[in-house]
């Protein structure tokens, strides 16, 4: 269980207008309060206007972003980088150019200081196969098309087997058919590891494809508007199903009430 309680960020904005900028700052509130409650193995997509603190949360519950108020617990402890796994997928998939598709996937294990026994080579064998990235071990990411670079994202973070999943509009630089082929190859990994997983995105479809639970947030600073029980996820040829564009046309009258995308 991640439990997220009165969590809220605050920027601290120079004013160069003033003659006292080197000492004057402006405290901006960016994110916040933000109350949610996550059952282990669920994964949640998160949609709001640009700007409204997406990202800021995933960063907070990454542990990038440290000076934040609030609390956040996950499985009773606090959460923790250093004792929880958390694995990250940013929008530009945070691939290393210095090292190849096998490097790239085991790096969390080695910062983790995880030994490869038996086991772990099958997972990470397997997960290589099934995202079909095995025969791509040797190239580096210039080599690879943006596809193969959100599939190699996917198994790094899989294959650490993370307590929490994160992850910034990982699909958004594909086009329309490599998105849904990512978005079904994901899906797929994740029914079969359940990680507990944050899904931030900008689109309606993608969070009904995506999401088991749908939070839409307010303008910034981003507080949740409203939470959907999707009860889509998961259903095949969700894409076709009629109920999928009711859902659709439902989100986007609440977010016609406060803001647009």
């Not at 409204?52 to 009773?76: A, E, F, N």
């Not at 990411?141 to 599939?151: T, V």
């Not at 409203?226 to 076709?240: G, H, K, Q, V, Y």
Request: with cysteine; net charge positive; glycine share 6%.
């Amino acid at each position: 269980m991640l439990e997220i309680n009165k969590l809220s960020v605050n920027y601290k904005l120079v004013d160069y207008k003033s003659q006292n900028y080197k000492s004057e700052k402006k405290l901006v509130k960016a994110l916040g309060p933000i109350n949610l409650s996550i059952a282990a193995g669920e994964i949640y997509a998160l949609i709001g206007p640009s700007g409204c603190g997406k990202s800021t949360l995933l960063h907070v519950l990454s542990g990038i972003i440290k000076d934040y108020q609030g609390q956040i617990v996950m499985k009773g402890e606090k959460l923790n980088p250093k004792l929880h796994s958390i694995g990250f997928i940013p929008q530009n998939f945070g691939l290393l150019p210095w090292k190849n598709v096998q490097r790239n996937c085991l790096l969390s294990l080695k910062i983790k200081g995880k030994a490869i026994d038996n086991p772990l080579h099958e997972r990470i064998d397997y997960i290589m196969h099934k995202l079909d990235i095995h025969l791509l071990k040797d190239r580096y990411p210039s080599e690879l098309s943006g596809g193969q670079k959100q599939r190699v994202a996917v198994a790094r973070a899989f294959i650490m087997n993370p307590d929490l999943l994160l992850m910034d509009e990982p699909f958004s630089a594909l086009d329309a058919f490599t998105r849904e082929e990512a978005q079904d190859l994901f899906i797929d990994i994740w029914n079969q590891y359940k990680s507990t997983t944050i899904f931030v995105t900008h689109s309606i479809e993608e969070a009904i494809y995506m999401g088991k639970k749908i939070v839409i947030m307010s303008q910034s600073p981003g507080a949740i508007v409203e939470i959907i029980d999707n009860s889509l996820f998961n259903t095949e040829n969700l894409r076709e199903n009629e109920e999928f564009f009711k859902l659709s046309s439902y989100i986007r009258s609440v977010i016609k009430k406060g803001w647009k995308i």
